[in-house]
């Protein structure tokens, strides 16, 4: 058995070393029972959403710099192989500003239709990773806000809602997002109907309530994407908290002509936690399917917080437990204020750059996330994994290739002693407070 790393308080990051062997003044040791021969889901993949704040703040670091970050989230074999990424169509709260593809009030022919903004920075980003990446990137689009002449309040800031005459263009605005990014290069996996449609923001917004939702899905999204010759791109709806989760994949799931458009619903993680909700999606409807599409520690930077880290591997941990298949995180990367933001809006990231210095610094949920990108790959099937004490929070795979992956995460302050019982063997050790280790197993 291999065991990579990670603890506070110690030189651990993501390093490949033998664990502590448990002893007796750590108590009695926890029973981790792991069953390769009980599948469950199979795994997309992991990631971060390609921003125009990220871009600009990658394109800010010297070309060495780019080449170190891109190698950091992106290489398959010495970095974390990020497969699964966001970005937004449209302006988001991590743009420069407020734009949109669609500018010119009227235009519902799209004759205006131009991604010229997103050449001058997210592409060139994006070109970048798929480059390290040696294939191209499963890509979830999402939008935060049409045009401002679609909506109900003629801004994009503030919320408001898509007028009922311009619904019609603006799904033909995704077709014609997709066909740019293709033609670029940059192929779109997945769209999202909107980013957070329950929250009116003083940046991008828009409302849509659940039968708003369902009703642009059934008689907008799914037929423009269906007659472009774009059914394979997959819809997901939701893209907000796990609170309303279930109510809203109640409400879309209901009706059979927008469900049979919808590939499954995405979720965040800001507010409560709602764990139990994302199991109850997918009991409730199991031919659909469950995804993680954005979470950040919000309210500044948070610079060597190893509470972040923490953050990241629970939701990890609990959310592919409950059946979700890919976690995407939110910005890749930003600089030291946790921006540029055009609302002030400043968040965390997993790499935080100075831009002055021209240097960047890996955070705790870097190397965190690194605990499942690295070893969990596209294709993988979750396992049964079950552990005898609380403490001990685990999640377990088979990879396509054989191997069995097992993850577990101490948040506590003591050691934490186990016996992990795989394949029908029997393996002791220590989790060191404040510590997650991956376990790989032939």
């Not at 600009?56 to 780019?66: E, G, I, K, V």
């Not at 390290?132 to 801004?155: D, F, H």
């Not at 329950?198 to 799914?222: K, M, N, P």
């Not at 109640?250 to 199991?279: L, S």
């Amino acid at each position: 058995m291999r065991s990579f790393l990670t603890a506070e308080g110690s030189g651990h990051r993501l390093a490949l070393t033998d664990l502590p062997a448990a002893t007796d003044s750590m108590g009695p040791a926890a029973s981790l029972w792991v069953d390769a021969g009980k599948p469950f889901q199979t795994m997309l993949g992991f990631g971060g959403a390609f921003t125009e704040a990220a871009a600009h703040t990658w394109l800010a670091l010297s070309r060495p710099q780019q080449d170190a970050v891109l190698r950091a989230c992106f290489d398959p074999e010495t970095g974390h192989g990020y497969t699964l990424c966001r970005v937004h169509m449209n302006s988001c709260d991590f743009s420069l500003g407020n734009y949109a593809h669609a500018s010119t009030p009227g235009d519902t022919a799209l004759q205006d239709f131009r991604i010229d903004r997103d050449e001058q920075a997210l592409l060139p980003f994006l070109l970048a990773a798929q480059r390290v990446a040696g294939s191209t990137i499963q890509l979830l689009v999402s939008p935060w806000s049409p045009p401002a002449w679609m909506k109900t309040n003629q801004q994009m800031n503030h919320g408001g809602s898509l007028l009922p005459e311009y619904r019609d263009a603006w799904a033909r605005c995704y077709v014609r997002f997709i066909q740019a990014y293709a033609e670029r290069g940059v192929p779109v996996w997945g769209v999202s109907v909107q980013n957070e449609p329950a929250a009116t923001q003083r940046w991008d917004s828009c409302i849509y309530s659940a039968e708003e939702e369902r009703d642009f899905v059934r008689d907008h999204l799914g037929p423009q994407l269906e007659a472009a010759g774009l059914g394979h791109v997959k819809i997901v709806i939701w893209d907000h908290n796990r609170d309303l989760l279930v109510e809203r994949a109640g409400t879309v799931y209901a009706d059979p002509q927008a469900a049979r458009y919808v590939w499954g619903a995405g979720f965040h993680w800001y507010g409560e936690d709602h764990f139990d909700h994302v199991q109850l999606v997918h009991d409730a409807w199991p031919d659909k399917q469950l995804l993680f599409t954005e979470g950040c520690q919000e309210g500044g930077p948070h610079a060597g917080s190893w509470a972040l880290g923490e953050r990241y591997a629970r939701s990890m941990i609990n959310d592919i437990n409950c059946w979700t298949v890919g976690w995407i995180d939110w910005n890749l990367l930003l600089d030291q204020h946790g921006g540029p933001n055009h609302v002030g809006n400043y968040c965390s990231a997993p790499i935080l750059v100075d831009t002055e210095q021209d240097r960047f610094e890996c955070q705790s949920s870097f190397h965190y996330i690194g605990h499942f990108a690295r070893f969990v790959k596209p294709g993988a099937r979750r396992i049964l994994c079950a552990a005898s004490r609380e403490a001990l929070e685990a999640t377990a795979f088979v990879n396509p290739d054989g191997g069995v992956v097992v993850i577990a995460l101490n948040r506590t302050a003591h050691p934490l002693p186990f016996a992990l019982n795989v394949a029908g063997g029997r393996h002791q050790a220590a989790l060191p407070a404040r510590s997650i280790a991956t376990l790989l197993l032939p």
